[in-house]
């Protein structure tokens, strides 16, 4: 019989992959909304609207690849703690 385990949140490939899926398709389509109403208020030529509206999308998918990719290595943190730094040179 298979037992139950709880598998934990750090090793969960289904659940990060959901979770990157998720904040992807949300950045896309926020940044992309920006980039339109962006493109709205400043731009009149319609070549120049799409293109912050690309802009936009790719500043969304950008930022959420990097929160993805942070998430898939598993570093909690982005830049070392200063803190950490200044003990160590000590």
Do not use: H
Request: glycine residues 8%; contains cysteine; negative net charge.
């Amino acid at each position: 019989m298979a037992e139950n385990k709880e598998i934990e949140s750090q090793f969960d490939l289904n659940a990060k992959w959901d979770a990157c899926l998720d904040l992807g398709v949300r950045r896309f389509v926020y940044a992309s909304a920006a980039g339109a109403f962006a493109g709205l208020l400043f731009f009149r030529s319609p070549v120049t609207r799409w293109a912050s509206v690309a802009f936009g999308a790719g500043l969304g998918l950008g930022s959420a690849y990097s929160d993805c990719s942070q998430k898939f290595d598993g570093s909690s943190q982005s830049s070392p703690n200063v803190v950490e730094t200044l003990v160590a040179e000590d």
